[in-house]
């Protein structure tokens, strides 16, 4: 929590900025390649390279801004470990910001091919069809969504991360013999959460990642849909890749101050 005392605020935020838009980069990047190029990769290998790019992220940002990337940490540390208040808002706009200026780039280095996969597909945006080229960038509902199932289990799945991130950084455990390599525990622990529950629900752990791309989406045609889906019902679906994450991480942290480190 110290580690980033001697940086200023815009120091911070920048490294913020910086690393959840790597995250982006990464992370989206693999899903435009393979939606759009012959290069295809399997749920293992996206998950792998979700994994690394956090752990590349902390790495980067750890000795700055004590690496949140996400607006559901910043929140759990202000409730929990006394983080700045003054610093919250100016975090969480940061990684929402990273988010939407990293998809930004990834559009443009894959624009060609995704303007001729919307004409060999005859895909309108702001349509049904435009859907599937705009879940590259966000989450969306699954074929089988029910609201109330997929909220629960992104808060059971969020409980469970904060958890092991917690476990993970804490200093009275034997990983601290190893400190250098926490950023790759974690990364490790991401990639494991999208593989093994990846299939059954999409999986989602930090807000930022979601709307920073689906406000982008709804500025260059997508409008309206990009936030609300095919319909409006879908609108409480983008709510739960805000408000789950948030919830969950916090009840999972309460339970770890309580329960675990008390």
């Known amino acids: 929590m110290n580690i980033c005392s ?3 605020i815009l120091q911070q935020c920048i490294a913020e900025f ?15 390649a393979s939606k759009l190029t012959n290069f295809h990769f399997n749920k293992y290998e ?3 390279i979700w994994g690394f790019s956090v752990a590349l992220s902390i790495y980067l940002s750890i000795s700055i801004s004590g690496a949140h990337l996400n607006p559901a940490i ?3 540390f202000w409730l929990f470990y006394k983080f700045n208040k003054k610093k919250v808002i100016p ?3 940061s990684q929402i910001s990273g988010a939407f200026f990293f998809t930004i780039l990834i559009y443009y280095i894959y624009h060609n091919l995704l303007i001729s996969f919307e004409h060999k597909y005859n895909i309108t945006r702001g349509t ?4 599937q080229l705009a879940s590259i960038f966000c989450v969306y509902p699954q074929k089988n969504y029910i609201l109330i199932r997929n909220f629960i289990l992104e808060i059971i ?4 991360f904060i958890i092991a991130l917690m476990i993970i950084n804490d200093k009275k455990n034997f990983f601290v013999i190893q400190k250098k390599f926490n950023p790759c525990l974690i990364g490790i622990l991401v990639a494991i959460i999208n593989i093994s529950l990846g299939s059954l629900n999409n999986i989602i752990l930090n807000p930022a990642h979601d709307l920073g791309p689906r406000i982008f989406l709804s500025l260059i045609g997508w409008g309206k849909i990009a936030f609300t889906g095919v319909n409006n019902s879908y609108f409480s679906y983008f709510l739960t890749s805000i408000i789950a994450p948030i919830s969950g991480i916090n009840l999972g942290g309460w339970i770890y101050k309580k329960f675990i480190n008390n």
């Open 6 to 8: 001697k940086k200023n």
């Open 18 to 32: 910086l690393g959840t838009g790597l995250i982006i980069f990464f992370g989206v990047g693999c899903l435009a």
């Open 46 to 48: 996206m998950s792998i």
């Open 74 to 76: 910043t929140i759990f």
């Open 91 to 93: 975090y969480i706009i």
């Open 128 to 131: 049904k069809e435009s859907l």
């Open 157 to 160: 799945i969020s409980i469970f």
